[in-house]
Structure formats: structure tokens, C-alpha cells
């Protein structure tokens, strides 16, 4: 069975500092992996996807197939960035896997 | 051009009953998928709609059932509610199946 598992619920950093958000899947196939973020009284919305390789507000995420892992990363986090964010898999027969998120908090 | 839309923002219902929920897709997008979120959790996947057929489906009963209409609009059905149908539904559309999605706004659906 498919599953995303995002470990932390909640993360705090102070600005400026490097940041991490751990996600890890469970597929045998070949996913597609995706990072959505949601702003406080916004919608949620697509951050980044594996397949573009797009580094989008400076954040960055590699698929590591050997550790099953697609870990968000920043090298250096701002207040902006304080938000809920959802790790996501797609598999081949088009079903959407949500993890259950992590509210990232960056202290000024 | 406007976003995706949903309908009601929310809705009180008892159990037994049965509940439709509406979603507008936003111009151009052919495809849409539906999540239920409870509080606390991650989206999980209902159903998706493509092009008026339904193109994949999540670990739902079938008292939770679908439509897409030409203009790619789609419904939400829930038959037979029960307590635990108590979530935010989540609309999402997308150009094509495996394009980004673009999320609307949310339907609270209360069961009391």
C-alpha cells in the first residue's frame, strides 16, 4: 500500500537558519512526488514537483529512491516562509497520496 | 480569469442524509480531483475526473460518488451520511490528469 509519512508536525527554525522538512514514501512503483504548501487564510497550492527540478522560493527537494525520501530543503528560512506544508505522491494509477503535514514556524 | 470555485463554504447535515457539494473549475482546466481533509490531517484523494469520466479513485465507498459535467464542472455526492463525513472537502482542477492542481477554497461539511 501507498503511503507518504511526514514525521515532524511541527518544525520551528529562526530566520535565517537552514531548514528541513522530512517526507518519506512507501511505493513500488515509479512516483511522482510533489510538495504543496499552504499560507495562513490561503489556499493550498502546488510549491514544487520532482519532475521539473525547479528550485521555487529558494526551496529545493531531491528524490532519493534508495531511502524513499523527498525532503524539503532551504538554506536559509525566512518569516515568509512560516506555513503548512504537505508532502504528496502520485501513482501510476493516478490516486493522490497526502501526507499529514508539517506547520513550519520561522522565529524573527 | 477565476479560480476554482466551490459550493456551499459550508453545511450542516444529519446523519442518514445525503449532501452534494459543487465545484467550478477554473477556465482551460479539463480535469478535477476531490479530497476529503479532516482536521489534523493531509487531503486524502476521493476521486478524480477527466474529460467527464472518472480516472482514478481512492479507498472511498461508493457512497461517496461523482459527475463531471461538459463544461468540467463536477459534484460531490454523499449518500448515507455518517458522523466521520465531518471534514473540509477540497476541489482541486488541473489542465490535464497528472498537471499541477490548482485548489479551491473548501466546503466544511458538518454531520451532526
Known amino acids: 500500500a501507498q503511503r507518504v509519512t511526514q514525521p515532524e508536525k511541527l518544525l520551528s527554525v529562526f530566520k535565517g537558519a537552514p531548514v528541513e522538512l522530512k517526507c518519506n514514501y512507501s511505493?513500488?512503483?515509479?512516483?511522482?512526488l510533489f510538495w504543496y504548501v499552504q499560507y495562513s487564510r490561503q489556499r493550498l497550492q502546488l510549491l514544487l514537483r520532482h519532475i521539473s527540478r525547479e528550485s521555487i522560493k529558494g526551496f529545493t527537494a531531491d528524490l532519493n529512491k534508495g531511502e524513499t525520501s523527498f525532503h524539503l530543503k532551504k538554506p536559509f528560512a525566512q518569516e515568509e516562509d512560516s506555513a503548512m506544508y504537505y508532502c504528496?505522491?502520485?501513482?501510476?494509477?493516478?490516486?493522490?497520496?497526502f501526507g499529514t503535514g508539517t506547520s513550519l514556524t520561522v522565529i524573527p | 480569469e477565476t479560480g476554482v470555485t466551490q459550493s456551499p463554504t459550508h453545511l450542516i447535515k444529519t446523519r442518514g442524509q445525503q449532501v452534494t457539494l459543487r465545484c467550478s473549475s477554473q477556465?482551460?482546466?479539463?480535469?478535477v480531483s476531490w479530497y476529503q481533509q479532516a482536521l489534523g490531517q493531509g487531503p486524502q484523494f476521493i476521486f478524480q475526473y477527466y474529460r467527464e469520466e472518472e480516472n482514478g479513485r481512492g479507498n472511498f465507498p461508493p457512497r461517496f460518488s461523482g459527475l463531471q459535467f461538459p463544461n468540467y464542472s463536477s459534484e460531490l455526492n454523499v449518500n448515507a451520511l455518517e458522523l466521520d463525513d465531518s471534514a473540509l472537502y477540497l476541489c482541486a482542477s488541473s489542465p490535464g490528469r497528472t498537471d499541477t492542481q490548482y485548489f479551491g477554497p473548501g466546503t466544511r461539511l458538518t454531520v451532526l
Open positions: 477556465s482551460g482546466h479539463n480535469t
Open positions: 504528496a505522491l502520485l501513482n501510476t494509477g493516478n490516486q493522490f497520496y
Open positions: 511505493y513500488s512503483g515509479s512516483p511522482e
